[in-house]
């Protein structure tokens, strides 16, 4: 059984230190990317409050396409430059959207979401895919929470 939770009552900073040192415990000696993808999704929606949803899409034959995620079922392909996650994706540029019905083409998957976080996975200069966090709450997210994400992106980056 693996048992990472979260200390109550810590600081954003400590928090991201505990998520990044589970997610490198959980897929450090694994080498089947769903399987760590799989763990890192129900780690994010372990770890992180107000989340609707948590996961990956993966960049396959140059669309994203759903990948591992705890929330609701989701649209399953993505072409590039489409919505938050095709934005990020085409741009390799982290995506913080503190008002999803303000961003040109989002994609409504859960119509709960009001922000969301979607940072770009880079193996050598190419993306192979995003880490998508969904919040029903607006301007959930921040420059700790993108900053945090993207150093667990490039810790995944050569595990999935
Ligand atoms: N909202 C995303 C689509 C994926 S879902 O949020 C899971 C987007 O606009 O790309």
Redesign the pocket.
Known sequence: MYDFKPVAGQSRQDLYAELLAAAGALTGGESDGVANMANVAALLAEFLPDLN?S?F?RMVEGE?V?GP?I??P??IR?PLG???????AATGQTQL?ED?HA?P??????AA?RS?L?VPIVREGAVIGVI?L?SPLPARFDQDDARGIEQLAALLADRI
């Open positions: 949803w996961g899409y994203l759903l995620f929330g609701r989701a649209c993505i489409k919505g938050v996650c095709g934005t990020a959207v999803v961003f083409g989002h994609i409504a998957c859960d979401s969301e979607v998508d969904d």
